[in-house]
């Protein structure tokens, strides 16, 4: 039987997640899934410290943050912050909130998507599903200086 009419598979992508709470990591990968979407696969990288982000960003492509904006002591919305400052092409950065109403200090971060706790797999993976889309049909994220390196 030929391979000409296989179906492809997924595309994989590389999401980043950052919490100082390993259970906090373990909930947000949970709500995300290894298959967001029928089209999309992830992979995860974990880190528990700003520094670990850091380290992971200049060694790896990563496609996608997803931030704890509740995490000690360096939140999530200043780590996204820091991210888009010192990185001339950072990827989307997306941030779980405690309270909805604090969207107005993840604007201020220039982050690309938020999350608010507790999550509901369901949005939580249409909302990570379309950041990816949105990367892979070459969405620039903000806070990027003009283009995708």
């Known amino acids: ?6 179906t492809p598979g997924p595309d994989t992508y590389t999401v980043l997640l950052y919490s100082d709470d390993i ?16 089209d999309l696969a992830v992979e995860f990288v974990d880190a528990s410290t700003w520094e670990e982000c850091r380290i ?35 990827p989307p950065v997306c941030v779980v909130l405690a309270r909805a109403a604090d969207r107005w200090l993840a604007a201020y971060a220039q982050v690309d998507g938020t ?23 070459g969405a620039v994220p903000l806070g990027t200086l003009g283009h995708l390196g």
């Open 56 to 90: 992971i960003l200049d060694k790896y492509e990563i496609d996608l943050m997803v931030l704890d904006g509740e995490a000690a002591p360096a939140g999530g919305l200043g780590i996204a912050r820091q991210t888009k400052d010192e990185y001339a092409t950072p």
């Open 23 to 38: 259970a906090v990591r373990d909930r947000i990968r949970l709500a995300i899934g290894t298959r967001p979407a029928i």
């Open 115 to 137: 999350l608010t706790y507790p999550l509901d797999p369901v949005t939580t993976g249409q909302t990570v599903a379309a950041m990816l889309r949105a990367r892979r049909n």
């Open 1 to 6: 039987m030929s391979d000409a009419h296989a």
